[in-house]
């Protein structure tokens, strides 16, 4: 199979420059294990490897495929996925628990790029009411957990899970031990969707300048959107120095969901110059990818979801349709081509202006006489109060005197 702009895999370089002199941002993909385990989200292992497929032709750097402790479907979902792709590294998520990584390790043997991604909870919430630990015992298992890790991979993953709302000087001390014992991504995880823009920035610039061994690792931001902020949060985290992003399509995941990849993947590439930094995806895949996905799930995105929702490229308002067939730049700030849309659309219908029904009926190949013209549009506009757009159809039917309505 042809892979368009798929990379080397094993390159797992901390500061990567393209060929533009922005940085690269890896994109970690983790819709079929943070967002499969969602409410309404499940999938089979063959709907797994679809769409780990459609993820490997997206050109995404990282795929989490799963977490096999957790059951025996998806010990072989990720199984399956970590033999087949070849062009992305295959992650699986282990607690710091020998069981779950040791099953990380036999699912993922075969894989082309096989990375173990451990975690332990690091706030003082979870230590008192989850783990019962002392900040020392969560040191003691978190290099447990790397060190079992290291084990069986080379590229282990730490995360420090609710880190937004963790001492930054025990997440210091935490991730010192994790580098010490072999874990060459940091992650940060907004667990709860709690931090801000700059609050996340400053926490990454503080590990940065904190972490011993900062220059050898990536940091990583793992951003979820409970007040809707995963996708600023995550581009705050890269102005602060992170290097890679974890985040799924659609934005599916736990409760509002987790970071949307279509959304920061243009907003890093429409603001190059604010940036500074761009990812390897094909964003021109990206509409088909989050339609795969609601293909598979049954569940649609909402018609304002940016980038692939059905209304990011479509107009109504005649004020804007005016304007869009003057210069598209006046409403839009990306070409539809550019995440696989065919066009914008110019939807006729209650708000529309002249301009955009003379347009449409002109793209129709109707050259009308202004009398004509104006009757047509009259007609098509009174069409409004029963029915939502006006169809080429319809405006058919009424340059040609047909009867149009029931
Ligand atoms: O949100 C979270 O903290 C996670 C970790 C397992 C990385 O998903
Ligand atoms: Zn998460």
């Known amino acids: 199979m042809h892979h368009r702009g798929l990379h080397d895999v094993t390159d797992q370089t901390p500061s990567d420059v393209t060929a533009h002199g ?50 025996p479907a998806d010990f072989g979902a990720v199984q399956s996925i970590a033999r087949e792709i070849r062009h992305a590294s295959i992650c699986a998520l282990a607690r710091c628990h020998p069981a779950d990584i040791d099953a990380c390790g036999s699912a993922l043997q075969g894989a082309a790029a096989p990375r173990i991604h451990v975690f332990i909870s690091t706030s003082p919430l979870h230590r008192q009411h ?61 667990t709860v969707g709690y931090t801000t823009p700059s609050e996340i920035r ?16 990536v940091f990583s931001a793992h951003c979820h959107n409970d007040l809707g902020l995963a996708v600023a949060n995550s581009l705050a985290a890269i102005e602060g120095g992170a290097r890679q992003v974890e985040c799924t399509i659609n934005g599916i995941g736990e409760r509002a969901g987790n970071a949307a990849m279509e959304e920061l993947a243009m907003a890093l590439k429409v603001r190059p110059g604010y940036y500074g ?10 509409l088909a990818t989050s339609r795969l996905l609601s293909r598979i799930t049954g569940i649609q995105v909402q018609r304002n979801k940016a980038i692939v929702g059905l209304n990011a ?19 839009e700030i990306m070409r539809p081509q550019d995440v696989g849309w065919e ?3 110019l939807v006729l219908g209650r708000h529309s202006g002249r301009a955009a029904v003379a347009n449409r009926l002109r793209a129709l190949g109707y050259v009308l006489e202004e ?12 069409l409004t109060h029963t029915q939502h757009v006006i169809t080429d159809t319809d405006l058919q039917r009424l340059v040609e005197g047909e009867h149009v309505g029931p």
């Open 22 to 71: 922005t940085q690269r941002i890896k994109i970690f993909d983790t819709t079929l294990r943070d967002g499969e385990q969602s409410p309404g989200f499940t999938m089979n292992a063959a709907q797994k490897v679809l769409f780990a497929h459609a993820l490997e032709e997206l050109g995404v750097d990282v795929i989490e495929a799963g977490f096999p402790n957790s059951s």
């Open 313 to 331: 490229f479509a107009h109504e308002s005649g004020i804007h349709q005016h304007g869009m067939l003057k210069n598209r730049g006046t409403y």
């Open 371 to 382: 009398g004509q013209l104006d009757q047509v549009i009259a007609e098509a506009k009174a």
């Open 277 to 286: 930094a761009d990812t390897r995806l094909d964003t021109t895949k990206l």
């Open 130 to 190: 989850k783990l019962n630990m002392s900040e020392d015992q969560v040191i003691e298992h978190a290099v447990m957990g790397v060190t079992r890790a290291r084990s069986h991979v080379d590229d282990v993953e730490f995360s420090a899970e609710d880190a937004l709302r963790t001492e930054p000087e025990f997440l210091v001390r935490v991730f010192d031990a994790a580098i010490e014992a072999g874990a060459r991504t940091l992650n940060v995880p907004d």
């Open 202 to 217: 400053a926490l990454f610039e503080y590990l940065r300048a904190n972490v011993k061994g900062a220059d050898g690792v």
């Open 343 to 345: 066009d914008s659309q």
